[in-house]
T-cell receptor
Framework: DTEVTQTPKHLVMGMTNKKSLKCEQHMGHRAMYWYKQKAKKPPELMFV???????INESVPSRFSPECPNSSLLNLHLHALQPEDSALYLC????????????FGEGSWLTVV | EDKVVQSPLSLVVHEGDTVTLNCSYE??????LLWYKQEKKAPTFLFMLTSSGIEKKSGRLSSILDKKELFSILNITATQTGDSAVYLC????????????FGAGTRLTVKP
C-alpha cells in the first residue's frame, strides 16, 4: 500500500483564520515532507521531518507551522495567511535513507481570500 | 548551485507518436534521479534511476540515465491522450539526504 492521505482536499480560508492541513501514511516511512506547488510550477520543498524531528525548514514564513505528532502523522498549521499563499500543498513520505522514492499524497488545494 | 533542467518545457504531439523528454542535472553528490508524472493532482512515481546505462521500462514508458554526461531521458512510445501530463524530473540535494530538487517539468499534450 503506497498511500499518503491528505485532508481536506480543498480549503478556503480568510486571512484571519486558523486552519490545519493533515497528512497520514502507514508505510512505515520515517521521513515526511510538505511541498508547496503554485500553478504551472514544480513542487517546492517547505519542511522535512526525519524520525519525527524537523530536519529542514526552507525559510518558510512563520505563518506556516508544521507538526509531526507521531511517525504516521504530519500537520501543517496555518494562521494569518496571505492570498499569495494560495496553492496546492503536497504531503509526501519516504524512507529516511538517501535517494529513496518519495510518495505524494493527492494534495490540499488552499485558497486564501 | 545544484540544478535540474528539463527540456522541452512543453511538447504537443499526436496519438501514436514517440516522444523523448530530457533531464540534465548538476547535482554535485548524485545518488539517484526520479521521474514523476503529474496530471491534475499529485505527482505519481514513474522511475528511480541510480545506475548508468540500465534502462528501466514500464509498458510504453522507459528511462535511462547517463551519469557521465549527467542526463536522463524518458521515452514514451505509441503515445495516448492519457499520457498528457506534466513530467517532472527530480534529484536529491547534496546537503541533505531528504531534500529533492524538481526540474520545471515538461508539459506533454497528446492530441487525438
Amino acid at each position: 500500500d503506497t498511500e499518503v492521505t491528505q485532508t481536506p482536499k480543498h480549503l478556503v480560508m480568510g486571512m484571519t483564520n486558523k486552519k490545519s492541513l493533515k497528512c497520514e501514511q502507514h508505510m512505515g516511512h520515517r521521513a515526511m515532507y510538505w511541498y508547496k506547488q503554485k500553478a504551472k510550477k514544480p513542487p517546492e520543498l517547505m519542511f522535512v521531518y526525519s524520525y519525527e524531528k524537523l530536519s529542514i525548514n526552507e525559510s518558510v514564513p512563520s505563518r506556516f507551522s508544521p507538526e509531526c505528532p507521531n511517525s504516521s502523522l504530519l500537520n501543517l498549521h496555518l494562521h494569518a495567511l496571505q492570498p499569495e499563499d494560495s496553492a496546492l500543498y503536497l504531503c509526501a513520505s519516504s524512507q529516511v535513507n538517501s535517494g529513496n522514492t518519495i510518495y505524494f499524497g493527492e494534495g490540499s488545494w488552499l485558497t486564501v481570500v | 548551485e545544484d540544478k535540474v533542467v528539463q527540456s522541452p518545457l512543453s511538447l504537443v504531439v499526436h496519438e501514436g507518436d514517440t516522444v523523448t523528454l530530457n533531464c540534465s542535472y548538476e547535482v554535485t553528490n548524485f545518488r539517484s534521479l526520479l521521474w514523476y508524472k503529474q496530471e491534475k493532482k499529485a505527482p505519481t512515481f514513474l522511475f528511480m534511476l541510480t545506475s548508468s546505462g540500465i534502462e528501466k521500462k514500464s509498458g510504453r514508458l522507459s528511462s535511462i540515465l547517463d551519469k557521465k554526461e549527467l542526463f536522463s531521458i524518458l521515452n514514451i512510445t505509441a503515445t495516448q491522450t492519457g499520457d498528457s501530463a506534466v513530467y517532472l524530473c527530480a534529484g536529491p540535494a547534496p546537503y541533505n539526504n531528504n531534500d529533492m530538487r524538481f526540474g520545471a517539468g515538461t508539459r506533454l499534450t497528446v492530441k487525438p
